[in-house]
């Protein structure tokens, strides 16, 4: 490892030493090591500084470095645990282990739940629910009417606003997520059970990977109810 690190130039958050974040996550310290060399490529892909930025995030995620996407920028958002407007290498591996297969379920919940509330008030509101379920849409280039996108809007907040207050708090997230799992399967990515230095793209889903509440068959569903 000191070969490794050796050979590069120094930054922050580079030197937090892999067998610590294998500890901490569900990575092996080869795995970790393959994630250093993805890292490498991603904080070189605009700005070579050893950093993440937005740009290069949404790059590696879009293949776009001009695209405006709410759930690359909720994502970026969540990664940098700083709040300093860059991702390090530990807050990257510390973030991609809530993806892993094996994180507890309640890991992916809670990281959705902090998707869902875009004004980081401890609660999911009406409104932030729709403005995902936009952005959800407008990954799968999905087009609907104004009258269906209210429909599934006020059908999703109507099951999981348990005590109709008018909010979903954590314990109604919690609840609707296990009732319908669904919600968290772009939590998982299956291939980061099997890094190698040959690595796929960043977070590329598949469409089985949707979450099946916004797929066609369950928005046919709902518009037939």
Known sequence: MGCLYSKTKRHPGFEEKHTILAAETPFTVGEVEALYELFKKLSSSIIDDGLIHKEEFQL?????RKTKNLFADR?????DVKHNGVIEFGEFV???????????????????FKLYDLRQTGNIEREELKEMVLAFLHESELILSD??????????????DINDDGKID?????????????????????YLKDLSLRFPSFVARSESEESELFSPNRIEEIRSE
Do not use: C, Q
Not at 60 to 64: D, E, G, I, N
Not at 147 to 160: G, N, R
Not at 170 to 190: A, D, F, G, Q, R
């Open 147 to 160: 009258d269906l996108l209210e429909l599934i809007v006020d059908k999703t907040f109507k099951e999981a």
């Open 94 to 112: 510390r973030s991609l282990g809530i993806f892993h297969p094996n994180a507890p379920v309640a890991v992916k919940t809670e990281f959705a």
């Open 60 to 64: 590696a995620l879009l293949k776009s």
């Open 170 to 190: 954590k314990e109604e997230w919690k609840e609707y997520v296990s009732k319908n799992p669904s919600l968290i399967k772009n939590m998982t990515l299956p």
């Open 75 to 79: 994502v970026f958002d969540l990664f």
